[in-house]
């Protein structure tokens, strides 16, 4: 399987009702050695206790970090936005959170954290929808697409909630479609491509 190679900088992907199996098994399988941040928004209960990272952590060497008010994201690292605020670059390297009203009645907001990472790092961003069940990310991914940006996206059929990337390959012009389990490779392609 063929990806584009322009040189990442950065992996955002999104995910609500049945992606963190997906997340957890690309984690599992990752390259250890990435030249580029990814950062993940899942949708969560606004007060949930913070046991992702935890979770995550389990199954990769990698720093797995739940981000807070200005952290600085580094290569090689995973980072997941907490429960209940959107995540915004202000650059490159730094992002705020934000706690502004629900988009598509989630905080985070795919969209919120898709929009701002594509003005941020236009053609070096890599933006990847997951399973879910209502349409968040979908606009973002078009921003994406507009930035020139990659779009990926998980096989409808492949979803446990096929609602979020289903409306995803209808409405955005995709350059992937991928099987779960062959996320981690095609991580590891976009790694090797300078």
């Not at 797995?64 to 907490?82: A, M």
């Amino acid at each position: 399987m063929d990806i584009p190679t322009t040189y990442t900088e950065l992996i955002v992907i999104g995910g609500s009702a049945g992606s963190l199996q997906v997340i957890m098994e690309m984690i599992k399988n990752l390259d250890q050695n990435l030249d580029f941040p990814i950062v993940l928004i899942v949708h969560r209960k606004a007060h949930s206790t913070s046991i992702l990272p935890t979770l995550l952590q389990q199954f990769t060497p990698m720093e797995v970090i739940e981000i807070e008010d200005k952290t600085e994201i580094q290569k090689n690292k995973i980072y997941i936005v907490p429960a209940d605020y959107h995540l915004l670059f202000e650059d490159k390297k730094t992002v705020s959170l934000d706690s502004s009203e629900k988009m598509n009645y989630s905080r985070p907001s795919i969209d919120v954290t898709f929009k701002s990472a594509a003005e941020t790092f236009g053609e070096n961003l890599i933006g990847i929808l997951l399973s879910g069940a209502n349409a968040d990310g979908v606009e973002g991914l078009k921003y994406i697409k507009k930035n020139n940006g990659q779009v990926w996206i998980q096989i409808p059929e492949t979803a446990e909630v096929d609602y979020m990337p289903k409306h995803a390959v209808d409405q955005v012009g995709f350059d992937l479609l991928f099987e779960p389990k062959d996320l981690a490779e095609l991580i590891a392609q976009s790694n090797r491509i300078k």
